[in-house]
């Protein structure tokens, strides 16, 4: 007999409906087992795997870090991106582009944050380097000359004999000089070339009168012509800009090394440019005041409202999710190749002077 609204007495229930009652238990036990663990893998977020870096402690060397052109590197190190990765990363400054390559040549320096183009001269030479993750899509290079000392400017030619100023001798700058003049029908051999590098002292050996004209990044180039020191004649600070002079994409600032080292590396690689690629992400949305709090005083050159129209008008040439684009090693190629006889294009494998493979994953992650 039931109760009203009670269970059935397990007596009442036909035989060969019976279950033992220790299985009965043992399945509830299951299920509760079961899920408590389901509720506790919802709780727990999933950890991604780290794959062990097989060098944390990394050197890199740059040229003129002060400048935007390697804003994303300063980005990277300031906002703790590096140390997120589990990288411990001492980066040294150096004076201009070819310095910082000649660092890590001669094995002081493990990386280099430097121009793209330098893997290609490096191949020239039966070195091969190799770019993993692009910072720049434009060289963000200005050419400009003396309103002093060159009053009466009127074409390149004008430049014969003149005293340029560039950040280091076989630095970026230097080779966008090269290629401006050797389409104004002169050779590198017809000027001068000093080494000002890329802060204040750039600003002074032009405004003293040491040089007559002057190829360097910004903020020192928009500082110049903001305060009418120089007359602009080549600029690769836009995207526009690059294209007239260059003829398609350039890739520009990026993080290179002995293809020998990536290949023994490849998780510290990964983590080197997830940490480039986070900054990129940060800088897409970051604003005046985000910049200006992030980068030490001492890049500001004195000047905050002059470094941020500087940051402004060279924006768009920082990368976005530190891919090389697929035209831009063959427009570098054909550049160089132009004006540098030791450079023969027939003999250089672009495919060799850089990989998208640790940027992509770096994109992938970061939704860059």
Not at 215 to 241: A, F
Request: charged share 20%; glycine share 10%; with cysteine.
């Amino acid at each position: 007999m039931q109760a009203l609204g009670g269970a059935p007495k397990l007596d009442s229930i036909p035989k060969e409906t019976k279950r033992p009652r220790v299985h009965f238990m043992l399945n509830r036990r299951t299920f509760t087992a079961a899920a408590t663990l389901g509720a506790a893998s919802i709780a727990t977020p999933l950890v991604r795997a780290q794959a062990k870096l097989e060098k944390s402690k990394i050197s890199i060397a740059v040229g003129g870090k002060a400048a935007f052109y390697y804003l994303p590197l300063t980005i990277s190190e300031q906002l703790g991106y590096f140390k997120a990765e589990g990288l411990d990363v001492e980066i040294s400054d150096f004076a201009g582009g070819a310095r910082a390559l000649q660092a890590v040549v001669g094995g002081s320096a493990d990386v280099c944050s430097g121009a793209y183009e330098h893997t290609i001269n490096l191949q020239a030479k039966n070195q091969f380097f190799q770019s993993f993750v692009l910072q720049g899509r434009a060289p963000q290079i200005a050419i400009g000359v003396s309103t002093k000392n060159m009053a009466n400017y009127m074409t390149i030619a004008d430049l014969k004999g003149k005293k340029i100023g560039v950040s280091a001798p076989g630095s970026s700058t230097n080779m966008v000089a090269n290629l401006v003049l050797s389409r104004g029908g002169l050779k590198a051999s017809d000027v001068s070339f000093i080494g000002v590098g890329v802060a204040a002292g750039a600003l002074t050996a032009l405004r003293s009168g040491q040089i007559d004209a002057i190829s360097n990044t910004d903020p020192v180039m928009t500082m110049l012509e903001q305060k009418g020191d120089v007359k602009i004649i080549s600029d690769t600070r836009t995207l526009k800009g690059t294209q007239e002079v260059f003829g398609g994409p350039m890739p520009a600032g990026c993080l290179y090394a002995p293809t020998e080292f990536i290949q023994k590396h490849p998780n510290t690689c990964q983590a080197l440019a997830n940490a480039i690629v986070h900054g990129l992400k940060w800088l897409q949305t970051a604003g005046p005041g985000d910049i200006i709090k992030t980068v030490p005083e001492t890049y500001l050159l004195g000047d905050r409202a002059l470094y941020l129209a500087s940051f402004d008008k060279v924006r768009e040439a920082i990368a976005i999710d530190g891919l090389i684009p697929a035209e831009g090693p063959k427009t570098a190629l054909g550049a160089i190749a132009s004006f540098d006889p030791t450079v023969k294009a027939d003999k250089i494998d672009l495919a060799k002077t850089y990989t998208n493979d640790f940027a992509r994953r770096a994109k992938d992650r970061f939704k860059a």
